[in-house]
Structures are given as C-alpha cells and as structure tokens.
C-alpha cells in the first residue's frame, strides 16, 4: 500500500466504494460510520494502474486491519476479490490492467470528475440504513 497522493478524483471514487459497500468491511463485514477513518478504499489492482484506478469492480471497502492482512496475503486478496465480483467483471479488469495503457491525463477529465459525482451521490439517494 504504497502512498500515492490521493486528488479530488480518488476522494469522490473512495466514498462511491464506501456507500456502495455500504460503509461495511468486505472481508469482515465490520460495519462503520459515515466519514470514519477505519473504513479504505482497497483497490485489486493499485491506484498506479490508470487504466482501472477508477473501475467500481477493481476496489472495495475494507477496514485497514483487513486492507493490511490481503495486502500480506495476495491469494487471499484474489479469493476475495473473485468472490465479490462476477468472472466477467474480474476478467474486465484483468483485460484493462493488462491490456490497457492509460495515462494519467486521459483518465483525470473533467467528465471523469463529474461520472465519479453522479455514482456517489446515486449512491448517497439510496439512503441506507447509517450505523450510530
């Protein structure tokens, strides 16, 4: 989990992760409140991989205990992360990261940005149930 200096894109992109999960560990099904710290956005493939950096089927949210554990684990990690998603979506992003070369200024547009928007907050009206 290298630092990787996070912009507004992976701001909007992490809490679209977090609601979608429904502020819930993926892995230990821990749940968390809304704006808390101990829940990540864990991506499959690491935020370097432009081509799936902002790709809903490469991340789920994970508490940073688990985040730690698949990230010393990376079988663990495939388990997981072919047990959350379909095989079509897992080889979707195996064709993306592997076949895809993406830059960087291809990917943080403007309509990216506002795609990014539109995902969390369709997220956000599904109004779920918020732990106290």
């Known amino acids: ?5 996070r912009n507004k894109f992976d701001s909007v992109f992490s809490d ?28 499959f493939y690491g935020r370097r991989s432009y081509a799936t950096r902002f790709e809903p089927a490469n991340a789920m949210a994970l508490c940073y205990r688990c985040h730690v554990h698949v990230a010393e684990y990376p079988m663990e990690h495939v388990d997981l992360w072919e047990s959350k998603f ?3 979506e897992t080889d979707y ?7 895809t070369n993406v830059k960087k200024n291809q ?18 009206d ?5 732990v106290k």
Not at 16 to 43: A, E, F, M
Not at 107 to 124: G, S, V, W
Request: aromatic content about 10%.
């Open 16 to 43: 679209y992760i977090r609601y979608r999960d429904k502020w819930t560990c993926q892995r230990c099904n821990k749940k968390y409140p809304v704006k808390t710290r101990g829940l990540q956005c864990s991506h």
């Open 126 to 130: 599904k109004g779920f149930t918020r």
């Open 107 to 124: 990917i943080e547009t403007e309509e990216t940005y506002q795609k990014l928007r539109r995902m969390l907050n369709a997220e956000k």
């Open 93 to 99: 992003i195996n064709h993306l990261h592997y076949r």
């Open 86 to 88: 379909t095989k079509e």
């Open 1 to 5: 989990m290298a630092s990787i200096k």
